[in-house]
Structure formats: structure tokens, C-alpha cells
């Protein structure tokens, strides 16, 4: 019975989160990197967060770029658990979306030196609606049916052969559940930086990004009735029907009618109806360095390191039914260290080829996640290798001021069965984007870009309590846009 309260509880402490990039990490931050998906050279204003060594570069002077992405994740779950209502193949949809993930970033260059400032969402960043549930949700109240029915089967039959004909209380045919649940996840980060041209080939950047992440929870459940045979009653909750039962036996078997009763006041603890408010907040500090060497004026190669961020949340609670965010409690949820290297080629004035790799040091921090008995588990159990992702794009400016782009991301994540379920689950990926910039005359482009993410399908087969298997899936769907700014 542990093991059921806890996973009709998984519902209320998932955490959505929409991320392009490392496992937690966000390096989706500006609308040209939606029309490229590589940035790790540029020199353009985005460069802020990419390639903050690439200021040298510059001219001098005031440098903004403001962009907003749109975006949209469908998750699909098809589970194979053959007491489910859909069985043998139920299929569960959870829609996430975020419709505002700004970048704003400045910087000014005056001679050698650039100073950078700039706001992102580096975590997290959406909000998640559950309309009809996941697999460990729906599965323990299932359970309830054979449970009761191999429970109840043989007083059926006890009382069959006293008295010539079955009573029917194993006849269960069905369960019913009720659950809301809604939870956001929310890592923003404030930046500040230096750069110094040390010559007009090589320039360096030092700087750190202030981070304040916050988590909410809201969600009930309730509901959980089976559908006991029509002449006793119909549809019940299952402590209701058993004290019933109890109440047909006892006259003929006042021990098995006090192991239902008390059956019935367990079964009620566990199924009776749970709410949540919480929230969790914390906050870290993120160091940063970059190097940039601008061989010619057709090829630039740069470099960036964001130190591991140590993130400690402390729960805010004001519900907690399912007593697992006691209020002051602290749990940890790192950001990663990672490292960006890239490169941007120029072989014709109006074309512009990049390449780019990030590496992430996911083994090495610390996400909180947590086994079946809550208790948080370190990654080197859960991650086999550190996430990459390998990019490449296209840029070609057509009329002037008009251009268009396309960019190729690959990567892996690195993870194993250990990490994957149906709340928190990554998968190989592939992405495509395209889009175009308008330089509207020397100081002013905009940019507008789409980005399609294709997951391969991730399979995990358990065998208890019997044998069955999750497939899951996922598709995202980003829209950007933004302005740049040079005065």
C-alpha cells in the first residue's frame, strides 16, 4: 500500500520544464539562434551570451538585442500495462508550452574594452497541463481491480459452497480517478561581463550569471472509485465496498468481515482525496570565461566555459497534503557546468558557415532526482555521459538588406533507464530551423526564426509487478523573433 499512496502522489511534485540544449540547461537564447541554431562564433549582438570575447570585435559604441521565442512541446506516453481502461497500448498526452522566453542583452565597446549585461531564462521556463494523466498515475488505482477481485474470489467461493450460489463481490469491473495538476518551472539568470581586446587577433571575457530559480506546484487528487457490481451499490470508493462486503460476511465470518473492515480504513488513507500548494526557490552563481580569435576577416573561432552552478531550493508550502514538501526543507537542483567551442567561415562576402559543439558536465552536478521512495539520487546513477549537441548553419544575405538561414543540431543526453519516466525524460534528438534577417540600414536587423526538434522514441520495460513497457515521446516547436540594436 506504500508503494500505491506514493505513486498516486507523483503527480503533484513533477516539474515541467521546456528546455533546447543540456538536460536542464537553456541555450536557446535569441532569435538568431532560432534561424541558425549555431552561435558559439557569432559576432553579432547575441554574442552577449554566446561569445562574450567576441565583443572585441565590435565597433565602439552601444550595442542592444531584445528577442522573445514561443514555445510549444507535446509529450506523448504509450504504455503497455494490461490493467489499464486502454489496455493494451494506452496512450497519454501532456501539452507544455511557453509563450514568453525573452533574451535582453547590451553591451559597450570603447576601444580594448566591452562591458556586457544581459537577462535570459537559462532553466526551465514553461508551464505544464496534464488533462488525462500519465501511466504512474493511473496505474496503482488499476491495481485496485485484480487486487480486490483476487481478494474477494475466494469468499465467493467460501460462501458458494455453504450456501449454493456466488454472491458475485469480486465482479469489479472498472476504476475512476480524478487528477489537476499544474507546475511551472522558472530558472532566470542575470549576466554581467568584461572584454578585453588584447590585440586586434585575440580577445578574452570574464564575467558571471546571477541565478534565481523558482518552482510552483498546484495540483489535487481526487476521486478514486472502482465500479462495484450494481446491486451492491455500483460505483464506490473501494473502502465503501469493502465495509459493505464486511457487513454480508461478518453474520457468517466475523473474522474475515474485521480483516475487511480493517482493509477498508487502510485503502481509505491512501485513496482519500490529496491537494498541494508549494513552491520551491533558490538561487546560484554561474562563472564565466571566454576566449576569441579572429584570424582574418573569414574565419573566427571562439571559446566559452560556465562553471558548474550550485543551486539550492528551500519549499514555501502552504498545502501539503501528500507530505513531501515540508516546508524549509532544501533540495538541490544544479545547473551544470558546460563548454562551447565554435567556428564562423566566410569564404564568399555574403556567406557565412558555422559549426558549433556544446559539452555539458552533467555528471558532475547534482538535479535532485529522486527513486520511488523520494529519496534524491546522484547522477552518476542516472547518466551514463555527459549531454552534447553538434550544429552546423547557413547564411546568406540575398538583396542587401534582406537574408535568409538554416541550421542542423544532433546530440545525445546521455542518460539511462534510471533517469526515464513518464514525468522526467529525455531523448536523442534532431533539429532543424530556418528563418530570415532584415538589416534595416547600418543599425537596426531583425530577425525571426522556426525551430522543429524530432526526439527519437526512448522505450523502458519494467518488470514489476508484472512485465509491460513505456515508449515515449515528444515534439517542440519553437517561433522567435527579436530586434538588434548598434548605435
Known amino acids: 500500500m506504500k508503494r500505491l499512496n506514493l505513486l498516486l502522489l507523483t503527480i503533484l511534485i513533477s516539474t515541467p520544464v521546456i528546455h533546447a540544449g543540456g538536460l536542464v540547461t537553456n541555450t536557446n537564447q535569441s532569435a538568431a539562434w532560432a534561424r541558425t541554431l549555431t552561435r558559439e562564433a557569432t559576432l553579432g549582438n547575441d554574442a552577449i551570451y554566446f561569445n562574450p570575447a567576441g565583443l572585441g570585435q565590435f565597433k565602439n559604441g552601444l550595442h542592444l538585442s531584445l528577442s522573445n521565442q514561443s514555445i510549444f512541446q507535446t509529450r506523448t506516453i504509450t504504455n503497455s500495462y494490461p490493467y489499464l481502461t486502454n489496455a493494451p497500448a494506452s496512450t497519454y498526452e501532456a501539452d507544455l508550452v511557453a509563450p514568453l522566453f525573452p533574451s535582453i542583452y547590451a553591451a559597450y565597446k570603447m576601444d580594448k574594452w566591452a562591458f556586457s549585461a544581459g537577462f535570459n531564462i537559462i532553466g526551465g521556463g514553461g508551464s505544464a497541463n496534464f488533462e488525462s494523466g500519465l501511466p504512474s498515475f493511473e496505474i496503482p488505482v488499476s491495481n485496485l481491480v485484480p487486487l480486490l477481485q483476487g481478494s474477494l474470489a475466494p469468499i465467493d467461493q467460501a460462501i458458494e459452497g455453504a450456501t449454493g450460489q456466488n454472491p ?27 572584454t578585453y581586446s588584447i590585440n586586434d587577433m585575440i580577445s578574452v571575457a570574464i564575467g558571471g550569471r546571477f541565478v534565481s530559480a523558482s518552482n510552483s506546484y498546484e495540483g489535487t487528487l481526487a476521486g478514486v472509485t472502482i465500479n462495484a457490481p450494481a446491486p451492491y451499490g455500483g460505483t464506490q470508493t473501494p473502502g465503501n465496498y469493502l465495509r459493505l462486503v464486511s457487513s454480508q460476511v461478518t453474520p457468517m465470518d466475523p473474522l474475515t468481515g474485521a480483516i475487511l473492515d480493517a482493509t477498508a480504513g487502510a485503502i481509505d488513507a491512501q485513496t482519500a482525496d490529496k491537494a498541494l500548494d508549494a513552491v520551491q526557490k533558490g538561487s546560484g552563481f554561474t562563472p564565466i570565461i571566454g576566449v576569441n580569435f579572429h584570424l582574418t576577416d573569414m574565419i573566427n573561432i571562439a571559446a566559452r566555459y560556465e562553471h558548474h552552478t550550485k543551486i539550492e531550493l528551500t519549499n514555501e508550502t502552504t498545502v501539503d497534503d501528500v507530505g513531501m514538501f515540508p516546508d524549509g526543507e532544501k533540495t538541490r537542483a544544479d545547473l551544470p557546468g558546460m563548454f562551447a567551442l565554435g567556428a564562423q567561415l566566410k569564404p564568399l562576402k555574403n556567406l557565412t558557415a558555422s559549426v558549433g559543439f556544446n559539452y555539458f558536465l552533467d555528471k558532475s552536478a547534482f538535479y535532485g532526482t529522486t527513486d520511488e521512495n523520494m529519496a534524491q539520487i546522484n547522477n552518476e546513477t542516472t547518466i551514463d555521459a555527459n549531454a552534447y549537441t553538434i550544429s552546423g548553419s547557413l547564411e546568406f544575405k540575398l538583396l542587401g538588406i534582406l537574408g535568409v538561414s538554416a541550421g542542423f543540431s544532433t546530440g545525445n543526453l546521455g542518460v539511462n533507464d534510471s533517469y526515464q519516466s513518464d514525468l522526467s525524460y529525455a531523448q536523442k534528438s534532431n533539429t532543424v530551423a530556418g528563418g530570415v534577417f532584415v538589416d534595416v540600414g547600418e543599425m537596426i536587423t531583425i530577425n525571426a526564426g522556426y525551430v522543429y526538434v524530432m526526439y527519437q522514441d526512448y522505450e523502458k520495460s519494467y518488470t514489476s509487478p508484472m512485465p509491460y513497457a513505456d515508449t515515449y515521446g515528444k515534439n517542440t516547436s519553437i517561433i522567435a523573433v527579436g530586434v538588434d540594436f548598434s548605435f
Do not use: K, L, W
Open 168 to 194: 458475485g463481490f469480486a465482479n469489479i469491473s472498472g476504476y475512476n480517478m480524478a487528477a489537476a495538476f499544474n507546475g511551472s518551472s522558472m530558472y532566470m539568470g542575470i549576466q554581467a561581463g568584461a
